[in-house]
């Protein structure tokens, strides 16, 4: 009988993150290991034996390579990562007075944790007997540029090269960036903040509509394909980006999406 699936998730203490894991527990029978900052309420109420939750700033690179060994000192091996951990500040016009140190900041949250995260689980992802899978939690803002946006627009772009490049360079895992759609997160609590509006100038009002109107996406929805992508992503999408909903995606999603 197969071995249950080893899948780190990052960001996991709420929104996407913490649906995906919620997921994998309960519909792929998985093993999962979360890294987040915090450990909320919700994410205890998924306790398991199946389920170990480490704190973990993703932008502190030896915490990060400390919970990947602890993942292998207990599990033996990673089968699997959910790169989904990200942050939107700072929201800021590229001439404004906002500092450079911000926006490395940023980078060491949006780019930087995921080499890291990448370059520790890699030999344990070369040598998994189900297939090393990454997937990427990126964003339209990669292929887009909103204003106000030019950190988080900058971070999934160069998060979808760095999962291009290791494509090429990994043949052996698959790695995969998904735009996630616009999700109902506490991210776009701080997009509809008023003091956001500067910023992102006429665009602000269309995300305050969204809202309004009940088009965002429950954090489920793309949850369930980033969940199946991490265990059965096809060797055929890796390098590729693709959006939740696309019809490579379909098999993975829930029968209310």
Not at 165 to 172: D, G, N, R, V, Y
Request: contains cysteine.
């Amino acid at each position: 009988m197969p071995r249950s699936p080893v899948i780190i998730v990052t960001g996991a203490s709420k929104g996407i993150g913490l649906a995906v894991t919620s997921i994998l527990l309960n519909r792929f029978n998985t093993t999962v290991v979360t890294l987040s900052r915090t450990i909320t309420s919700e994410l205890r109420d998924l306790a398991s034996d199946r389920l170990l939750t480490l704190e973990c700033d993703v932008a502190n690179e030896s915490a990060v390579v400390e919970s990947v060994n602890k993942t292998l000192e207990k599990y033996h091996h990673i089968d699997g990562l959910v790169l989904n951990a990200a942050i939107l500040e700072p929201i800021c016009r590229i001439g404004d007075d906002t500092p450079i140190s911000a926006w490395k900041d940023h980078f060491d949250v949006n780019f930087f944790s995921l080499v890291t995260s990448v370059k520790a689980a890699l030999p344990s992802l070369r040598t998994s007997e189900l297939g090393g899978k990454i997937v990427f939690v990126s964003s339209g803002a990669a292929v887009k540029g909103f204003p106000g946006w030019g950190p988080y627009n900058a971070s999934k772009a160069a998060m979808n090269s760095l999962c291009r490049t290791l494509a090429e360079e990994e043949p052996s895992v698959t790695s995969v960036a998904l735009r996630p759609g616009i999700v109902n997160t506490a991210m776009q609590t701080a997009i509809r903040d008023q003091g956001a509006a500067k910023a992102m100038g006429a665009g602000h009002q269309a995300f305050i509509e969204l809202h309004a109107k009940g088009s965002l996406l429950k954090p489920e929805d793309p949850g369930h394909v980033i969940a199946g992508l991490s265990v059965q992503c096809p060797k055929e999408l890796s390098g590729q980006f693709v959006n939740w909903n696309d019809d490579v995606c379909k098999p993975f999603m829930s029968a209310s999406s």
